[in-house]
């Protein structure tokens, strides 16, 4: 039995995130494309910045245009081959606001009321050195040159399936963007 996002919303953000989550309708994507088009221009191109891209991505909606976006952590599926297999939900910040500097495989991205807003896997397909499933399946089915992934669960193309299996809290959240912080301010 698959485990649905409402599940997993109530599961680790509590009923009340569940009915503001369930409540909003996204009238117009072009909060979310804006967004989106801004964390792209700010935060430079790296391979695996799944979970820190997703997490900007949904406190910047969250906080600008109030929409309960969620972060979900799962498998992504192409052609029935998982890329990424999500073995366990991203460690949690602690109180001291120390980044957590730990491995995880998986992928994140954001859910809103339907639509799934992925910031990172058009930049890691294309930085993939090698063939891939993935960087061929980018390629053939998007093209070169995207930057962002937005689509309703039901217009994703055939053969891409999102497998979510936990949602971020707000700690988890709290230190992915520590972490994204540090690592600009040491960019610059």
């Known amino acids: 039995m698959k485990i649905t996002t409402n599940q997993l919303i ?9 009915e503001s989550y369930n409540a909003f309708t996204l009238t117009s994507p072009q909060p979310v494309i804006e967004t989106a088009r801004k964390l792209l221009s700010i935060i ?4 695996g ?8 991505l949904a406190q910047t909606l969250r906080d600008d245009f109030n929409i ?3 972060v979900v ?3 992504l599926k192409i052609r029935g081959s998982r890329v990424f297999k999500c073995k366990s939900n991203i460690p949690e910040g602690n109180q001291s606001g ?34 891939s499933l993935l960087k061929q399946f980018i ?10 992934f937005l689509a309703e669960k039901h217009d ?24 994204l912080s540090f690592q600009l301010t040491e960019q610059v």
């Open 98 to 131: 120390k980044v957590i500097n730990k491995k995880w495989d998986g992928h994140c991205w954001v859910e809103i009321d339907g639509f799934i807003g992925d910031l990172s896997i058009f930049r890691t397909a294309y930085s993939l050195s090698h063939t």
């Open 139 to 148: 390629a053939t089915e998007f093209g070169l040159g995207r930057g962002f």
């Open 156 to 179: 994703i193309p055939k053969g891409m399936i999102y497998e979510p299996k936990y949602v971020l809290n707000d700690n988890q959240i709290d230190g992915l963007l520590a972490g």
């Open 73 to 75: 952590a799962g498998d």
């Open 49 to 56: 910045a799944c979970a820190p891209l997703s997490a900007a």
């Open 44 to 47: 430079p191109p790296t391979m």
């Open 68 to 70: 309960p976006a969620i």
């Open 10 to 18: 109530t599961r680790y953000r509590g009923i009340s995130e569940l």
